[in-house]
């Protein structure tokens, strides 16, 4: 018998991916990335505007809570350069607080009253003598979208190199300084009478929101209970300027504030009308026509009831600033 001894033929292995596999690999992950990125962009934006209505709903919370022990006052918004500080206002002397004398914010002044953001700070978890500016209760302050705060080469801002805005009363070291913070209050609310009229700070122009026939009328002081329709009127919202200098320390187109005051001739004293004007004020609302878009194009708003929300730019008119029943407007 006889055995064949022929060796069997070695098996082939293949040595790789071809050129053209790896391409279509390549096309598949590029294909998936392009699918991908846009809907994770879209998540992250959602999750700050998340994160800026927690804020801003947070300080609504803190106000309310501030006013439930201030007989429903809130702090003042008005600059003691508008009055004499050794004989305030009796509203000031009752329902608003003043700095520790020891504290960073007094600044060596027994009589400096609390900036609206720092007298809320112990209803946020802060103490007395904080600041919106320590490290524990900061972040609240500042919106998550908010782009300037990631600006360190303005030469816009004050002090050089750092992003912030103003804010207008009692903030050490000075007036002329920028701070980080994305919110404004409604000074409509909070603004003083001075003298019969209503004062943010010392000189023009006053604050004097529409009444219901549309006319000039005095800001609520601070007394939420004053506030008419407090569902639909604004107590803080989303806002943005940078600090320009100049020679007017807290000149109004400077400083984080809203008021209807300068729009009493549009008739309405609500959002709309600040979108639809050209003054300074509408420069505060940190959307795409002013080059600060966060929320694509809608604002966080507080109301003076606590609740806040998101509002696109369609519902601005149902947003009112003015304290009185809405006025009657064609």
Known sequence: MTFSTRTPAPRKTRAGFTLIELLVVISIIALLIGILLPALGAARQTARTAGCLSNIRQMAIATY???AD???YIQSTTSDLAYDKNNPPSIIARYNERFPSNSPGADGDPNRIKDWASAIVPYMGGSQGSTFEDDDVS???????????????????SPPDDPGYRIVNNVKPGLDQAYEISYAPNTDISALVIGGVGKWWSGSPNIEPPNQKGDADL??????????????????????????????????????????????GNGGGTLKDIRESTNNIARKLPM????????RDAINVAFADGHAASVTEGGFGDVKLTPHEKPDVD
Request: proline content about 6%; some cysteine; overall charge negative.
């Open 288 to 295: 795409s026509f002013n080059d600060g878009d966060r929320h």
């Open 139 to 157: 972040d609240a302050f500042q919106c998550p979208a908010d782009p300037a705060l990631d600006d360190d080469d303005n030469p816009r801002t």
């Open 70 to 72: 201030h007989n429903q």
């Open 219 to 264: 800001p609520a002081q601070g007394n939420l209970d004053a506030v008419k329709g407090a569902s639909e009127t604004m107590l803080y919202a989303d806002a943005g300027t940078f600090a320009e200098g100049g020679s007017n320390p807290i000149a109004l187109s400077d400083v984080l504030v809203y008021t209807a005051s300068e729009y009493i």
């Open 65 to 67: 809570s501030f006013a």
